[in-house]
């Protein structure tokens, strides 16, 4: 499309329609994008299996349903992460089969073909049951991108042995998701048992000296198995995506 | 061969040269790693390409060299980080094969095979000069792993062309490594650039509040790209740890 | 039970009834706490003399009734940390002997014997009344592990004599918790005092500077007096869990 | 006037209807901004273009209302930050032609003949739409202080083509505001396109790891990028009138 | 140059002697800046009056020697911060109209014709004398890019006078750079005295709570006078060529 | 009165009404304050002037009563700090003299005779109305325990004239409380104009990067004029306290 | 003695030889540990084991000889901590039977008889070898003042295994002292395994983000598994200690 | 002096010598000091009892030296603080004097009378013996100002007996000075036993967690005892000029 607009300039200075100067300008004055250079809005959902998900901690509920018409409406499939129940309620009257995943605060529209299983799979570990809303996020994301995902909750190292039990599951993921609170020791202990990239989520789940998720956050960037990289606090939908990326 | 050691202790209870209460002893002693699970030390070069990485910092020379004597009696690959030239000399005396990396500060022993060439690569960028040890040793352990690693150094975003001019390898890239130091917002251009992972390391590089490299590892964190993930200050080995396990 | 289950498998090798390569295949993936290590859930009880203890804050009224339900099934003790009294009223409709501890906000459920005295004491020492609601979750909590407590409440360094008043109580105790926000200056003065274990827990109780209880739990950590640890601030529970394994 | 004042009270020492004495004493006691000096406050509007900027935050409506008549009667502008709708009710009622800015928490009075355009502008971008409140504040203040301004929002380097799109407006500024929260890249990326002082200002915007702005401002303060800037976080008034400042 | 560049493409294509296809593929591979667009390397001295800045710290004297002949062959001007007296010598040797300034620890070349005196300084005052240096920087890096510069040093708050004996210089300022160590009080002193940008510099200068610059970086970042903007600890230089943006 | 106890026991041994052995024991049971030593808590008031301060934040407003009903019982004097409007009714209930102080969050007993006025004073200064608060818990705590106090509020130093227009005041000040949030640069200030002792106080007030009150602690602690102590963010009656220590 | 010595003077004032002023005189002055109170240094070897501890770091090795030769001279026992081998020369010197413990930097003096076997032992793991000279301070501590030790080094998470084959001297053990740097989850999944009193030690063993031992600290507070407490960073001694009071 | 000036700058324009639009111009540039205000360095001495005070860091020892001597000149006292062996050598070579306190890093020149001995004294403690040179440099500034100094050391509340010792001495001081570093917990107890103010000086002294001393910082900041007041980290100077100030 891009190369075609050039072309269609350059064939118009080529057959005398277009001055030369006139030709300079336009080409100084083009959308950047329209000189064929990286992830443009509108191609977005070509490549990574969705458009600009909508964030909608400080958006009213008109706004999200309005944004979510409107990609909608030029995709197969939509997100918006850390939405309410009442943004649910305003997008499903105008997009009716928008699907609300209560845990996950995430409002889901998926209207492309599954694709076929290949076996692998993204794997979505969280330490406490507390941490489970940022499980579910992230879960939820990778799902709708298009990955398997395989979850484990409450495994936290206290009580290493419902972690090991599922060494199976473990030990075939392509790409984990590692999601701890307090004070965040599973995503190096799982990182000591696979082969595979791990992504750590720290979550604001504790109290006192965990500081909102600073503890589990150090853990996490500190955390001696190799293979492990780390996302921001609460940040499960990052987690989720990146999983994704890897696992496609 | 774990296999062959149970099966061997089976087969002995079963034409009865070993009693049913001696076997449970022996299974209930048998290190851990005999059944199988996990990310068995002697199993790790099997899986990742190389086996236990050797940390210098804090070891002498003369520690430095009988483990890597040790560790490529029984491997095709040896990687030491955070060397320095004196214990490099000391390697290379009983290792003559092991090569120096001056600016990653690496000792690498590569006696395997060059994989094939299937085209897929890590691409590191580093936003300047002086963060470019920690691009080194990220660089230079992917490929040990055995990636194909592109370079583009010195492209922070006070000069955003230097790294605009690179996008076709940025676009091409199956996984990015991205270092910076100062504030970091090279990982926040590039995650908005791309479609594929990119693993963030904040440098300690930088004066006054970059609190040797806190200040890059939240821009790091908060970046508003999705796709991206971060690992420790300075940690170009994670870094090319991680990448490798993404791009195989 | 466990031995007794690989016993059974072995014998099965032996008498012909298993394969070799069955046996093989069910080790491998029996279960691991099968294999007779450590703090399993259903073991926990009969070591520490109580199960899994709730912590209720981000719980429903329901699950911490459903949880206290099934837990007293099993178990002849049962605690709940951080609950409410609406949280009570739900338990205390299914479980009818839970008793409700308003200030330590714990709900606890004990119908074992009460051991016989042996003259050791844990001694809860807090510094001022604020301090109450974290020094009874520890006193509490030791008592229902099983612990003879002593209380000394507003024993605060401001007014010393206070504290030396009690100097008898504190020459005998087993082992120590004191509590203290605002500085904490107690746990080093009661660590000077005593040659019994002291565990200190700072609590988030003081304004400004006392960043909701960072200020006391570093005077704890940097207590000039040997023989005092710290617990998280405001966690009352870990104290006096910590204080009864040490005085049993 | 001060110097009337002072000339005055010389005369009659000249003329001998003021003893030495009594002239002495009256320069002791003499306010000091009768001496000449500096940014005396009925002396402020003179310099800067408006008087006594109000910080509603912790006042109540009846004294923003009052301050602001107070204002109004002496001075031809008037403006109150950080004001609520209730608050801009309250004015309405006394000053009439007060104006409310929504966005902007702003109410503004401007009873002056606009300057004539001098071709001079702030440029105001943000980087996210939740910005955007701080952004208004620095837009509406350089306007209300006289300068001319161009807004460019919702342009930040998780979408590069954006910003480049506005290359033309971006490049003929004569100083720029640059507003971020999250990881605030984009003062980075802006410093090094523009030749211009650039005033970043951090916004709390964001979550987890960004710490209510922390992250932003420690990535602007480390800017690699000369002339760039800082206010503090949120700080949308200061950055409008430092820019005012400049482009006077 | 670059219009030239396009034209002449397009010149080829209009009389034939370029495809169109071909066309197409060089406007795409064209380098970014060749496009017309912002601050271009090579363009940088045309515009600010000197050309990339030399960060020395961390670099080798051979680097910087090189480095800085040649900058100067193509530009009439060069400096390099964060120098040392090695440094020097051995730029010196190869640049020989190189000056030293020993207190900013500057390399200067400045071969321009003195721009003729508008009226228009900078002012850069320092609290103490431990400042200087940082104020040096700043003072030579605004002299070099060709403002006229004042300097007021050790006028810190704890002796007010001194800083009001200053008030005609201080009041005919275009735009003051304070430097202040410690607690960094003097630079809201200032910028409630004059109605010109103030630039403050927070230095690492102190001991104790100071740590490191953080408490004079946080006064100057909370400071109550509107007009002052702060850049990062120790940057004389930001301070210097940000003020002389504003001058000129 | 302790003296008159000891002195009677020894009187009881010596007259042979008392053995030697029983008079051991209630020497070593005695409470410590009978022993003549310290701020026993009825000694209190005979020294400092008043009893025990009640902290009111977290206590009921029937525990403030009963406690200011007990204290004024025994003393003619009694200070409430923190309380609320609440507060006050359920005390004036009990105690009809009791007195409060709004701005202050004060109840005060007084029925002590006013001391003879010898000029000395303290004097309380304040940057900006929003410490007013503090600053009047300050003040009337001085008061309330007989100092005689002057006021000078809103004398911040953006516009230092209104400070200096204080001049007199300041310098016959005997002891000098200084209150000051956002910044705290008021403290140097004063700090550097008088040759009394200084007791600054940061408050809360302020927003982004002033972090609830540890930017002017910070300030303050480091402040460049000696003759400056400090106590908490938002200590007022602190202040208060030790100012009247140093006055009387 | 105390009480001798108080019966002595109640005697004189029973017999008449001591007036009864003189007396209360006399008691009022009397050094308080006459009166029977607490932890008396020379009393401290009596109840601990061993007398004071000498902190080596920042004494000549003078005055460490010197105080090593007086505590030896009433005392079976003597630790310093922190020392270097020159300071034991010195000491050795003058005490020949001084033993110097290189990696634990401690030298001890030990002629006690070895207490008898009673089957109870602190068990002193850490994560790393680069932990070691943290552990071995805590493991001859505590064999110091008399508990059997056992030690289990480089078990950290990262090779689980190495860990879980240490399981029956975990289970046996009647305390735990766990060491690491990094990110300390070591602590956390011991913790989980055992039911006995764990002393968590954070070293200051890491790089970036580990800020010398906070990250590990944060860390074990928050550590999930009840029944840990923590000690200062690199803090063996206080661990070891701490451990034998548990144990003994 | 000043008043002279005036009067003389008056008269003549009374008798006519002076036109009255000169003595406007000779007002407005007249210096600020000759208006009557404040802390004149030369009029420092004789209200505070000795000028300047030196703050050696940073200087040389020729600097340090001239200073001292231009002081010398003029004022009976001098003093220079965080001054080396090296930097006394130079002042004692030119005067000859001057006094070495080595513990307290000071130079002394005092050539005034003693002041009357009024009994009212200074009392200076610190905890450990690692604290004396912060506690010399308080006692030694606080003796040269004038006052009597009573000096207790190594005091610290983990023996706390040791302290109550000294209880005559601490009830009988009119103002104190608490030094203690590790965790400060000595400011606490002591601002308990006494009714006088109370300045806490917080030392760099401990390790791991004390933070270079903002553990202390923080604890006597919070301290819970009413009339203590913090300096900065290792202020030992400021706490003893304070302290004079309060007992003169």
Redesign the interface.
């Known amino acids: 499309m891009n190369?075609e607009h050039?072309?269609r300039l350059?064939?118009n200075?080529?057959d005398?329609s277009l001055s030369?100067?006139e030709?300079?300008h336009q080409?100084?004055v083009m959308?950047?994008?329209d000189?064929?250079?990286?992830?443009?809005?509108t191609h977005?959902a070509l490549?990574?299996g969705f458009p600009e998900?909508i964030f909608c901690?400080?958006?009213t509920r008109e706004q999200v349903a309005e944004i979510m018409l409107s990609l909608t409406n030029h995709n197969s499939k939509a997100l918006a992460t850390r939405a309410t129940r009442e943004m649910f309620d305003a997008v499903s009257a105008v997009v009716p089969d928008a699907v609300w995943h209560e845990a996950a605060r995430l409002i889901v529209v998926d209207r492309a073909d599954k694709p076929p299983d290949d076996g692998k799979y993204v794997m979505v570990l969280c330490?406490?049951?507390?941490d489970m809303p940022v499980a579910e996020e992230a879960a939820v994301t990778a799902e709708t991108m298009g990955s398997r995902v395989e979850r484990a909750y409450d495994v936290?190292?206290?009580?290493?042995?419902r972690l090991?039990?599922r060494?199976?599951k473990l030990?075939g993921a392509n790409?984990l998701v590692v999601i701890a609170g307090?004070?965040?020791?599973l995503a190096?202990?799982v990182?000591?048992?696979?082969?595979?990239?791990v992504?750590a989520v720290?979550t604001?789940?504790?109290?006192?000296?965990?500081?909102e998720?600073?503890?589990?956050?150090?853990?996490?960037?500190?955390?001696?198995?190799?293979?492990?990289?780390?996302?921001?606090?609460?940040?499960g939908?990052?987690?989720g995506?990146?999983a994704h990326?890897?696992n496609k």
């Open positions: 190369a050039i072309t350059l064939r200075v080529s005398g030369v100067e030709a300079v080409l100084r959308p950047y994008e000189l064929g250079f990286a992830k443009i809005d977005r490549r990574a998900v901690q400080g958006k330490a406490g049951t507390a936290g190292v206290a009580g290493l042995h090991l039990d060494k199976d030990l790409v307090m004070e965040g020791a190096s202990v990182g000591g048992l696979v082969n595979r990239p992504i720290p604001s789940i504790g109290y006192g000296a965990s500081f998720g600073i503890a589990p956050l150090l853990t996490m960037l500190n955390c001696c198995a190799a293979g492990v990289a780390v996302v921001n606090i609460d940040n939908f990052g987690a995506y990146f990326l890897v």
